[in-house]
Protein backbone atom coordinates (compact mmCIF):
# COMPACT_ATOMS: atom_id res chain seq x y z
CA UNK A 1 0.00 0.00 0.00
CA UNK A 2 1.69 3.52 -0.59
CA UNK A 3 2.17 5.33 2.23
CA UNK A 4 0.28 8.13 2.61
CA UNK A 5 2.02 11.97 2.60
CA UNK A 6 2.21 13.73 5.90
CA UNK A 7 3.91 17.05 4.61
CA UNK A 8 3.50 19.87 2.43
CA UNK A 9 5.55 18.68 -0.49
CA UNK A 10 5.65 22.24 -1.98
CA UNK A 11 7.31 23.46 1.77
CA UNK A 12 10.00 20.66 1.73
CA UNK A 13 10.90 20.86 -2.01
CA UNK A 14 11.31 24.56 -1.41
CA UNK A 15 13.61 23.75 2.03
CA UNK A 16 15.37 21.18 -0.61
CA UNK A 17 15.45 23.76 -3.50
CA UNK A 18 17.32 26.23 -1.04
CA UNK A 19 20.10 23.12 0.03
CA UNK A 20 20.86 22.51 -3.43
CA UNK A 21 20.26 26.06 -4.76
CA UNK A 22 23.29 26.81 -2.22
CA UNK A 23 25.82 23.72 -2.36
CA UNK A 24 25.06 22.37 -5.40
CA UNK A 25 24.19 18.74 -5.95
CA UNK A 26 27.10 16.94 -5.05
CA UNK A 27 27.71 18.50 -2.09
CA UNK A 28 24.71 18.19 -0.66
CA UNK A 29 24.40 15.50 1.64
CA UNK A 30 20.96 13.34 2.54
CA UNK A 31 21.60 14.78 5.97
CA UNK A 32 21.59 18.18 4.63
CA UNK A 33 18.29 17.19 2.86
CA UNK A 34 16.81 15.61 6.45
CA UNK A 35 18.56 18.81 8.26
CA UNK A 36 16.62 21.09 6.03
CA UNK A 37 13.06 19.52 5.19
CA UNK A 38 12.56 17.99 8.70
CA UNK A 39 11.75 14.59 7.28
CA UNK A 40 13.59 11.28 7.94
CA UNK A 41 15.30 9.55 5.07
CA UNK A 42 12.93 7.27 4.79
CA UNK A 43 10.72 9.60 4.24
CA UNK A 44 12.62 11.43 1.86
CA UNK A 45 13.17 7.84 -0.29
CA UNK A 46 9.64 6.89 -0.03
CA UNK A 47 8.76 10.48 -1.44
CA UNK A 48 11.17 11.52 -3.51
CA UNK A 49 12.59 8.21 -4.63
CA UNK A 50 16.42 9.36 -4.75
CA UNK A 51 18.67 12.47 -3.89
CA UNK A 52 18.91 13.03 -8.09
CA UNK A 53 14.86 12.58 -8.82
CA UNK A 54 14.73 15.15 -5.38
CA UNK A 55 16.90 17.34 -6.90
CA UNK A 56 15.00 17.26 -10.76
CA UNK A 57 11.91 18.64 -8.75
CA UNK A 58 13.55 20.71 -7.08
CA UNK A 59 15.21 22.40 -10.82
CA UNK A 60 11.41 21.99 -11.93
CA UNK A 61 10.10 23.81 -9.29
CA UNK A 62 13.03 26.47 -9.41
CA UNK A 63 12.13 26.93 -12.81
CA UNK A 64 8.26 27.66 -11.81
CA UNK A 65 9.17 30.21 -9.40
CA UNK A 66 11.24 32.14 -12.19
CA UNK A 67 8.20 31.73 -14.65
CA UNK A 68 5.66 33.08 -12.23
CA UNK A 69 7.90 36.64 -11.54
CA UNK A 70 8.71 36.22 -15.07
CA UNK A 71 4.92 36.68 -16.15
CA UNK A 72 4.25 39.26 -13.49
CA UNK A 73 7.29 41.25 -15.17
CA UNK A 74 5.88 40.96 -18.64
CA UNK A 75 2.68 41.92 -17.30
CA UNK A 76 4.24 45.03 -16.62
CA UNK A 77 6.01 45.85 -19.50
CA UNK A 78 4.45 47.99 -22.08
CA UNK A 79 5.81 46.52 -24.83
CA UNK A 80 7.89 43.50 -25.85
CA UNK A 81 11.33 44.99 -26.24
CA UNK A 82 11.05 46.57 -22.48
CA UNK A 83 9.63 43.06 -21.54
CA UNK A 84 13.08 42.02 -22.40
CA UNK A 85 14.97 44.88 -20.71
CA UNK A 86 12.54 43.52 -17.26
CA UNK A 87 13.47 40.77 -17.10
CA UNK A 88 17.60 41.78 -16.96
CA UNK A 89 16.06 44.21 -14.25
CA UNK A 90 14.32 41.19 -12.61
CA UNK A 91 17.70 39.49 -12.16
CA UNK A 92 19.49 42.80 -11.30
CA UNK A 93 17.33 42.90 -8.71
CA UNK A 94 17.76 39.33 -7.29
CA UNK A 95 21.68 39.34 -7.75
CA UNK A 96 21.72 42.39 -5.66
CA UNK A 97 19.99 41.54 -2.85
CA UNK A 98 22.86 39.24 -1.30
CA UNK A 99 24.87 41.61 0.23
CA UNK A 100 28.13 40.24 -0.60
CA UNK A 101 27.91 37.43 -2.77
CA UNK A 102 24.91 35.37 -5.16
CA UNK A 103 24.37 31.97 -5.23
CA UNK A 104 23.39 32.29 -9.18
CA UNK A 105 21.10 30.81 -10.81
CA UNK A 106 20.08 27.38 -9.65
CA UNK A 107 19.84 26.20 -13.52
CA UNK A 108 23.02 27.51 -14.59
CA UNK A 109 24.90 26.10 -12.15
CA UNK A 110 23.38 22.55 -12.56
CA UNK A 111 24.44 23.02 -16.17
CA UNK A 112 27.66 23.70 -14.56
CA UNK A 113 27.99 20.85 -12.56
CA UNK A 114 25.64 18.18 -14.26
CA UNK A 115 25.23 19.01 -18.05
CA UNK A 116 25.78 15.65 -19.76
CA UNK A 117 26.61 13.45 -16.37
CA UNK A 118 23.25 11.92 -15.83
CA UNK A 119 20.63 11.82 -19.11
CA UNK A 120 17.38 13.10 -17.00
CA UNK A 121 19.19 16.44 -15.92
CA UNK A 122 21.02 16.72 -19.22
CA UNK A 123 17.00 16.40 -20.57
CA UNK A 124 15.64 18.87 -18.04
CA UNK A 125 18.52 21.45 -19.39
CA UNK A 126 17.95 20.84 -23.10
CA UNK A 127 13.83 21.69 -22.08
CA UNK A 128 14.69 24.53 -19.82
CA UNK A 129 16.75 25.82 -22.61
CA UNK A 130 14.43 25.46 -25.53
CA UNK A 131 11.62 27.02 -23.41
CA UNK A 132 14.37 30.05 -22.64
CA UNK A 133 14.81 30.31 -26.31
CA UNK A 134 11.01 30.05 -27.29
CA UNK A 135 10.04 32.96 -24.93
CA UNK A 136 13.15 35.51 -26.15
CA UNK A 137 12.07 34.20 -29.72
CA UNK A 138 8.50 35.77 -29.20
CA UNK A 139 9.50 38.90 -27.97
CA UNK A 140 11.88 39.39 -30.48
CA UNK A 141 9.51 38.46 -33.14
CA UNK A 142 7.25 40.59 -32.06
CA UNK A 143 9.55 43.37 -31.11
CA UNK A 144 10.49 43.58 -34.60
CA UNK A 145 7.18 44.07 -36.06
CA UNK A 146 6.79 46.99 -33.89
CA UNK A 147 10.03 48.11 -34.75
CA UNK A 148 11.53 48.40 -31.56
CA UNK A 149 14.38 46.20 -32.20
CA UNK A 150 16.18 45.61 -35.48
CA UNK A 151 16.06 43.21 -38.33
CA UNK A 152 19.64 42.63 -38.81
CA UNK A 153 19.06 39.27 -37.15
CA UNK A 154 16.14 36.84 -37.02
CA UNK A 155 14.16 36.34 -33.84
CA UNK A 156 15.88 32.79 -33.06
CA UNK A 157 19.74 34.24 -33.48
CA UNK A 158 18.57 37.19 -31.27
CA UNK A 159 17.30 34.90 -29.23
CA UNK A 160 20.31 32.45 -28.61
CA UNK A 161 22.24 35.71 -28.26
CA UNK A 162 19.85 36.50 -25.18
CA UNK A 163 20.14 33.15 -23.56
CA UNK A 164 23.78 33.14 -23.97
CA UNK A 165 24.09 36.74 -22.40
CA UNK A 166 21.51 35.88 -19.56
CA UNK A 167 23.79 33.13 -18.31
CA UNK A 168 26.85 34.97 -18.55
CA UNK A 169 25.04 37.96 -16.63
CA UNK A 170 23.83 35.60 -13.66
CA UNK A 171 27.54 34.30 -13.72
CA UNK A 172 29.03 37.68 -13.89
CA UNK A 173 26.16 38.66 -10.74
CA UNK A 174 28.11 35.35 -8.45
CA UNK A 175 31.04 37.40 -7.53
CA UNK A 176 29.54 41.26 -8.57
CA UNK A 177 26.52 42.28 -6.59
CA UNK A 178 26.78 46.19 -7.58
CA UNK A 179 23.52 47.28 -9.16
CA UNK A 180 25.32 50.07 -11.20
CA UNK A 181 27.46 47.55 -12.69
CA UNK A 182 24.90 45.21 -13.71
CA UNK A 183 22.99 47.56 -15.03
CA UNK A 184 25.66 49.03 -17.56
CA UNK A 185 26.29 45.12 -18.67
CA UNK A 186 22.34 44.77 -19.32
CA UNK A 187 22.19 48.14 -21.47
CA UNK A 188 25.34 46.73 -23.28
CA UNK A 189 24.18 43.36 -23.98
CA UNK A 190 20.60 45.36 -25.41
CA UNK A 191 22.17 47.79 -27.32
CA UNK A 192 22.71 45.90 -30.16
CA UNK A 193 19.16 44.83 -30.55
CA UNK A 194 18.11 48.60 -31.05
CA UNK B 1 62.99 14.44 6.17
CA UNK B 2 60.74 15.87 2.92
CA UNK B 3 59.51 12.71 0.59
CA UNK B 4 61.26 13.24 -3.05
CA UNK B 5 58.61 13.48 -5.85
CA UNK B 6 59.57 10.75 -7.76
CA UNK B 7 56.75 11.54 -10.97
CA UNK B 8 55.96 14.65 -13.25
CA UNK B 9 54.39 17.20 -11.49
CA UNK B 10 53.06 18.85 -14.78
CA UNK B 11 51.84 15.17 -15.93
CA UNK B 12 49.84 14.66 -12.79
CA UNK B 13 48.30 17.97 -12.80
CA UNK B 14 47.20 17.44 -16.12
CA UNK B 15 45.54 14.29 -15.66
CA UNK B 16 44.12 15.35 -12.16
CA UNK B 17 42.84 18.33 -14.10
CA UNK B 18 41.15 15.90 -16.80
CA UNK B 19 38.89 14.47 -13.86
CA UNK B 20 38.22 17.74 -12.31
CA UNK B 21 37.45 19.47 -15.18
CA UNK B 22 34.80 16.67 -16.06
CA UNK B 23 33.14 15.42 -12.74
CA UNK B 24 33.97 18.71 -11.57
CA UNK B 25 35.53 19.25 -7.69
CA UNK B 26 32.68 17.37 -5.13
CA UNK B 27 31.93 14.47 -7.54
CA UNK B 28 35.32 13.73 -7.88
CA UNK B 29 36.50 11.18 -5.00
CA UNK B 30 40.09 10.81 -3.92
CA UNK B 31 39.74 7.10 -5.97
CA UNK B 32 39.26 9.04 -9.44
CA UNK B 33 41.98 11.19 -8.78
CA UNK B 34 44.60 7.66 -7.96
CA UNK B 35 42.87 6.01 -11.03
CA UNK B 36 43.79 9.73 -13.03
CA UNK B 37 47.32 10.02 -11.55
CA UNK B 38 48.53 6.89 -10.88
CA UNK B 39 49.42 8.10 -7.46
CA UNK B 40 48.42 6.11 -4.49
CA UNK B 41 46.64 8.57 -2.10
CA UNK B 42 49.73 9.12 0.36
CA UNK B 43 51.51 10.29 -2.24
CA UNK B 44 48.41 12.44 -3.20
CA UNK B 45 48.47 13.88 0.50
CA UNK B 46 52.31 14.03 0.86
CA UNK B 47 52.58 16.26 -2.76
CA UNK B 48 49.35 18.42 -2.60
CA UNK B 49 48.24 18.87 0.96
CA UNK B 50 44.50 17.84 0.27
CA UNK B 51 41.66 17.02 -2.60
CA UNK B 52 41.00 21.12 -2.27
CA UNK B 53 45.11 21.95 -2.67
CA UNK B 54 45.68 19.46 -5.65
CA UNK B 55 41.99 21.23 -7.30
CA UNK B 56 43.48 24.26 -6.45
CA UNK B 57 46.88 23.60 -8.31
CA UNK B 58 44.77 22.09 -11.10
CA UNK B 59 42.80 25.40 -11.55
CA UNK B 60 46.05 27.27 -11.54
CA UNK B 61 47.39 24.75 -14.24
CA UNK B 62 44.32 25.31 -16.19
CA UNK B 63 44.43 29.00 -16.02
CA UNK B 64 48.16 28.81 -17.41
CA UNK B 65 47.19 27.19 -20.14
CA UNK B 66 44.58 29.19 -21.38
CA UNK B 67 46.86 32.31 -20.76
CA UNK B 68 49.24 30.13 -23.01
CA UNK B 69 46.59 29.72 -25.74
CA UNK B 70 45.47 33.76 -25.48
CA UNK B 71 49.00 34.90 -25.98
CA UNK B 72 49.16 32.82 -29.57
CA UNK B 73 46.17 34.26 -30.42
CA UNK B 74 47.07 37.60 -29.74
CA UNK B 75 50.31 37.20 -31.29
CA UNK B 76 48.27 36.54 -34.82
CA UNK B 77 45.90 39.11 -34.35
CA UNK B 78 46.91 42.43 -36.56
CA UNK B 79 45.00 44.75 -34.28
CA UNK B 80 43.34 45.11 -30.77
CA UNK B 81 39.91 44.22 -31.69
CA UNK B 82 40.47 41.34 -33.82
CA UNK B 83 42.37 40.27 -30.91
CA UNK B 84 38.99 39.93 -28.87
CA UNK B 85 37.35 38.26 -31.89
CA UNK B 86 39.88 35.53 -31.80
CA UNK B 87 39.71 34.62 -28.00
CA UNK B 88 35.99 34.22 -29.12
CA UNK B 89 37.19 32.30 -31.90
CA UNK B 90 39.71 30.13 -30.25
CA UNK B 91 36.48 29.25 -27.85
CA UNK B 92 34.54 28.12 -30.52
CA UNK B 93 37.39 26.02 -31.56
CA UNK B 94 37.14 24.68 -28.00
CA UNK B 95 33.67 24.15 -27.89
CA UNK B 96 32.93 22.31 -31.42
CA UNK B 97 35.86 19.91 -30.82
CA UNK B 98 33.21 18.12 -29.11
CA UNK B 99 30.87 15.73 -30.91
CA UNK B 100 27.97 16.25 -28.47
CA UNK B 101 28.53 18.22 -25.80
CA UNK B 102 31.21 20.33 -24.08
CA UNK B 103 31.94 20.63 -20.37
CA UNK B 104 32.30 24.10 -20.74
CA UNK B 105 35.19 26.25 -18.84
CA UNK B 106 36.75 24.63 -15.83
CA UNK B 107 36.69 27.78 -14.29
CA UNK B 108 33.17 28.70 -14.48
CA UNK B 109 32.32 25.22 -13.72
CA UNK B 110 34.37 25.76 -10.34
CA UNK B 111 32.54 29.38 -10.38
CA UNK B 112 28.93 27.60 -10.28
CA UNK B 113 29.55 25.21 -8.22
CA UNK B 114 32.37 26.11 -5.95
CA UNK B 115 32.09 30.30 -5.57
CA UNK B 116 31.68 31.38 -1.96
CA UNK B 117 31.91 28.11 -0.50
CA UNK B 118 35.69 28.06 0.10
CA UNK B 119 37.87 31.14 0.38
CA UNK B 120 40.86 30.12 -1.39
CA UNK B 121 38.76 29.31 -4.41
CA UNK B 122 37.01 32.11 -4.15
CA UNK B 123 40.30 34.16 -4.24
CA UNK B 124 41.47 32.48 -6.77
CA UNK B 125 38.03 33.34 -8.53
CA UNK B 126 38.50 36.77 -7.67
CA UNK B 127 41.90 36.81 -8.83
CA UNK B 128 40.83 35.37 -12.65
CA UNK B 129 37.97 37.93 -13.04
CA UNK B 130 40.56 40.49 -12.11
CA UNK B 131 43.34 39.11 -14.77
CA UNK B 132 40.56 38.63 -17.30
CA UNK B 133 38.86 42.05 -17.00
CA UNK B 134 42.47 43.35 -17.13
CA UNK B 135 42.58 41.91 -20.40
CA UNK B 136 39.55 42.82 -22.21
CA UNK B 137 40.35 46.26 -20.55
CA UNK B 138 43.88 46.53 -22.26
CA UNK B 139 42.67 45.49 -25.77
CA UNK B 140 39.32 47.82 -25.77
CA UNK B 141 41.83 50.94 -24.79
CA UNK B 142 43.93 50.21 -27.27
CA UNK B 143 41.03 49.40 -30.25
CA UNK B 144 39.75 52.56 -29.02
CA UNK B 145 42.82 54.26 -29.32
CA UNK B 146 42.62 53.29 -32.96
CA UNK B 147 39.02 54.27 -33.61
CA UNK B 148 37.96 50.49 -34.15
CA UNK B 149 35.68 50.17 -30.90
CA UNK B 150 33.14 52.98 -30.38
CA UNK B 151 33.97 54.82 -27.04
CA UNK B 152 30.05 54.68 -25.95
CA UNK B 153 32.07 52.99 -23.03
CA UNK B 154 34.53 52.95 -21.14
CA UNK B 155 37.22 50.60 -21.47
CA UNK B 156 36.61 49.07 -17.37
CA UNK B 157 33.02 49.03 -18.57
CA UNK B 158 33.27 47.16 -22.29
CA UNK B 159 35.39 44.64 -20.30
CA UNK B 160 33.07 43.66 -18.03
CA UNK B 161 30.67 43.23 -20.62
CA UNK B 162 32.79 41.13 -22.39
CA UNK B 163 34.03 38.98 -19.56
CA UNK B 164 30.43 38.65 -18.78
CA UNK B 165 29.03 37.72 -21.99
CA UNK B 166 32.15 35.26 -22.25
CA UNK B 167 31.52 33.61 -19.58
CA UNK B 168 27.69 33.20 -21.13
CA UNK B 169 29.15 32.09 -24.48
CA UNK B 170 30.99 28.82 -22.45
CA UNK B 171 27.99 28.04 -20.61
CA UNK B 172 25.50 28.05 -23.83
CA UNK B 173 28.61 25.92 -25.53
CA UNK B 174 27.85 23.15 -23.00
CA UNK B 175 24.87 22.38 -24.98
CA UNK B 176 25.20 23.76 -28.04
CA UNK B 177 28.50 22.95 -30.20
CA UNK B 178 27.67 23.93 -33.56
CA UNK B 179 30.37 26.07 -35.05
CA UNK B 180 28.26 28.59 -37.20
CA UNK B 181 25.30 29.00 -33.52
CA UNK B 182 28.08 29.83 -32.18
CA UNK B 183 29.97 31.73 -34.17
CA UNK B 184 26.51 33.85 -35.10
CA UNK B 185 26.50 34.89 -31.00
CA UNK B 186 30.24 35.97 -31.03
CA UNK B 187 29.11 38.23 -34.03
CA UNK B 188 26.45 39.73 -31.97
CA UNK B 189 28.13 40.27 -29.06
CA UNK B 190 30.90 42.23 -30.59
CA UNK B 191 28.51 44.13 -32.98
CA UNK B 192 27.99 46.74 -30.19
CA UNK B 193 31.68 47.77 -29.66
CA UNK B 194 32.07 48.51 -33.67
Do not use: W
Not at 153 to 172: E, H, I, N, V
Amino acid sequence: MPKVETFNRDLVLDYATAVFHDKGYNATSMQDLVDATGLNRSSIYNSFISKLELYLECLKAYESNFNRAASNVLLKASNPFQAIEFIFDLYIEIISREQHYDKGCMIGNCKAEMANQEQSITAFLEGNQKRMLQLFEDLVHNAQSEQRINTRQTPKDYALYLFSSLQGFRMTGILITDKAKLKTIANTILQTLI
